[in-house]
């Protein structure tokens, strides 16, 4: 079972990542899925005429047990932000963060206010910013087919789960490579 499974909800959390998992994820996506600095600034650096952020949700919601879980959180509401990555108008990147409102305090309340803003580009601009842990896991690529044109059938797509820490206070980012996008070869 990935822990990522969006259809159900479900989430398992994954052993800490050992070299014989890093071992086990095909290039070129272990490249980017280690990679410790944006993915934004990454995905536009291969793009050669548009990327953009297509917001599908950015609502309060109740995040699942994992993800709580994973943001050593108790029950509380989170502004949930689920975005597609378009590099060159390929959806590249499904992306689902977990902002919760015990961690949206004092400057990190611009979180809010993203829009189409990517993500990252607050994030890594913030002097305060930690990474902390990381998860990575392969999962079915039609659990996103509801907000793709091309349905997905048997693919499987490589993701993370991040921990990221703002002044302190804990958010979670999932970023999912769809199939259709081979960074290394667009
Ligand atoms: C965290 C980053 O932000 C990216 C942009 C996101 C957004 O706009 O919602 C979500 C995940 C990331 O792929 C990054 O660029 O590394």
Redesign the pocket.
């Given at each position: 079972m990935p822990f990522i499974d969006f259809a159900h909800q479900t989430w398992q959390p994954k052993p800490v990542l050992t070299d014989e998992c890093m071992k086990s994820i095909p290039e070129p996506y272990r490249s980017w899925l280690l990679d410790s600095g944006?993915?934004?600034?990454r995905l536009k650096s291969m793009c050669t005429r548009q990327f953009r952020?297509k917001v599908l949700r950015h609502e309060w919601g109740v995040p699942s047990r994992s993800e709580l879980e994973f943001l050593g959180c108790r029950h509380e509401m989170a502004s949930i932000?689920e975005?597609l990555?378009i590099v060159d108008d390929h959806p590249a990147?499904f992306?689902r963060?977990v902002l919760p409102a015990s961690s949206l305090t004092g400057e990190n309340r611009e979180l809010l206010e993203?829009g189409e803003r990517?993500?990252?580009e607050f994030?890594f601009n913030q002097p305060s910013l930690k990474r902390g842990q990381i998860e990575i896991d392969e999962l079915p690529a039609c659990q996103f087919n509801l907000h793709l044109d091309r349905p997905y059938k048997e693919e499987s797509a490589w993701g993370r789960r991040s921990q990221f820490f703002l002044n302190g206070k804990a958010i979670s980012?999932c970023?999912v490579f769809l199939p259709e996008y081979n960074p290394e070869l667009m």
């Open positions: 944006s993915l934004t600034q952020v932000r975005v990555l990147v992306a963060s993203l990517p993500l990252g994030l980012v970023e």
